[in-house]
T-cell receptor, first 112, second 118 residues
Framework: KQEVTQIPAALSVPEGENLVLNCSFT??????LQWFRQDPGKGLTSLLL?????REQTSGRLNASLDKSSGRSTLYIAASQPGDSATYLC???????????FGEGTQLTVNP | GAVVSQHPSWVICKSGTSVKIECRSL??????MFWYRQFPKQSLMLMAT?????????EQGVEKDKFLINHASLTLSTLTVTSAHPEDSSFYIC??????????????FGPGTRLTVL
């Protein structure tokens, strides 16, 4: 059974810092991995999708990497802003038709 | 990215009544939709997978007679919480996936519905 772990559970940083959020998964046979953002009381916003054959994806100040063999992914946020404050969720899909398995999330606070 | 809408965004109802939540994929056709439940400070819990034109597949421990799911078209799935009780109060989120045949296979989420049962 796939298990997804996110470390740290919470992170507080001053504005402008570069930061890394970590995601690990127990079964390396994944189809793809998605990073999401969730604001309080809201749904999930898809940030980046990495296919199993890819090593990284970038969107603006966000960069996600994938090391499938070691069961790890990182989300790098450059020059953090208070508007980046949210919970970040990592989720993996085992096969093309299977469900997403979510981590517990990292609650990020960027202080002005 | 693709847009998924949910309606209503919040609902308050009396115990014993039924509540219907709609989930729509606005700019793509979703053969598969998912319904999740989220408790405060916790991650999402998958309740059921809904395939257009067929019966939903429920996760273990989720009562199918309690949570009725209908996926009548490629852009609409509904979740009806029947005879709601206070313990059903939660945040319900739907999701739609780009069809499996595409290489993208990305999943998009609705904004969620906050259900409060008095």
């Amino acid at each position: 059974k796939q298990e997804v772990t996110q470390i740290p559970a919470a992170l507080s940083v001053p504005e402008g810092e570069n930061l890394v959020l970590n995601c690990s998964f127990t079964d390396s046979a994944i189809y793809n991995l998605q990073w999401f953002r969730q604001d309080p009381g809201k749904g999930l916003t898809s940030l980046l999708l990495i296919q199993s054959s890819q090593r990284e994806q970038t969107s603006g100040r966000l960069n996600a990497s994938l090391d499938k063999s070691s069961g790890r992914s990182t989300l790098y946020i450059a020059a953090s802003q208070p508007g980046d404050s949210a919970t970040y969720l990592c989720a993996v899909r085992g096969t093309s038709g299977s469900r997403l398995t979510f981590g517990e999330g990292t609650q990020l606070t960027v202080n002005p | 990215g693709a847009v998924v809408s949910q309606h209503p965004s919040w609902v308050i109802c009396k115990s014993g009544t039924s509540v219907k939540i709609e989930c729509r994929s606005l700019d793509f056709q979703a053969t598969t939709m998912f319904w999740y439940r989220q408790f405060p400070k916790q991650s999402l819990m998958l309740m059921a997978t809904s395939n257009e034109g067929s019966k939903a597949t429920y996760e273990q421990g989720v009562e199918k007679d309690k949570f009725l799911i209908n996926h009548a078209s490629l852009t609409l799935s509904t979740l009806t919480v029947t005879s709601a009780h206070p313990e059903d109060s939660s945040f319900y989120i739907c999701s739609a996936r780009i069809p499996t045949g595409s290489s993208y296979n990305e999943q998009f989420f609705g904004p969620g519905t906050r259900l409060t049962v008095l």
